[in-house]
């Protein structure tokens, strides 16, 4: 069943526009990458499913209701979460106090404190300590629970590995059939191929602002998705 269909849209920062006709079919239960270099488009992509930048033309369904015109609040509380590129921890709190905020729009669901730290042991014992002088890795591992306290039903990652060590990208993509197993879909925004399609079960590459490449990644060759990824 499709949770999350994007269906033609275009997009604009000004007289810019960033995304083209673009069309994105997220089924439930699965995780979905969405690959491309810097530019193309996927940040933008989210932030539209999101709420936070406008689509121009199309429209955005989820769970087969448009959500054109619903602000971003409302979305979390149909069940939208995104972790935004960046991290965009609350520095001046603590670990904890950053948790609960994510559960302020809290739905019913699985995801409460202690299995999110289950889930990221590292915080178990950062708790107490201020976001603000955690490793990239310890607030990456924050924001993802942060959006996870509120149980969302479609989590929207965005450049989960950027900047961090190797073996911190791989702890936390090792949670990430956790959190499909509890019942979130995941559509996942990188630029690191490998990780992104060891983790997805489909692929969308955009370039330059339109989907060049999609499909389930077992049934696409590495030719093909760097030439879609490079436009060669």
Not at 32 to 50: E, M, W, Y
Not at 202 to 231: K, Q
Request: proline share 6%; charged share 15%; hydrophobic share 50%.
């Amino acid at each position: 069943m499709s949770l999350l269909d994007v269906q033609a849209v275009d997009s604009f920062y000004d007289d810019l526009q960033a995304l083209f006709s673009v069309n994105v079919t997220v089924d439930e239960g699965t995780v979905v990458a969405i690959i491309g270099a810097n530019g193309s488009g996927k940040s933008t992509l989210l932030r539209v499913i999101a709420g936070l930048q406008p689509a121009r033309s199309g429209q955005v369904r989820y769970d087969g209701v448009p959500l054109a015109n619903l602000p971003a609040h409302e979305r979390v509380a149909r069940g939208i979460a995104l972790v935004p590129e960046g991290r965009r921890i609350f520095p001046s709190l603590s670990v904890l106090e950053n948790l609960k905020v994510g559960a302020y729009r809290r739905r019913p669901g699985p995801w409460t404190l202690d299995r999110v730290v289950d889930l990221f042991p590292l915080l178990r014992p950062l708790l107490a300590r201020n976001a603000a002088v955690l490793s990239g890795g310890e607030q990456q591992a924050l924001a993802i629970g942060r959006a996870l306290m509120g149980n969302p039903r479609l989590l929207l990652l965005d450049e989960v590995s950027l900047g961090l060590a190797p073996t911190i990208v791989r702890q936390l993509y090792a949670g990430l059939p956790a959190i499909v197993s509890a019942g979130t879909t995941i559509l996942l925004v990188e630029q690191s191929i490998d990780q992104a399609l060891a983790a997805a079960s489909g692929m969308y590459c955009l370039l330059e602002g339109r989907v060049a490449l999609a499909g389930p990644p077992a049934g696409l060759t590495r030719d093909a998705i760097s030439a879609a990824y490079f436009g060669i």
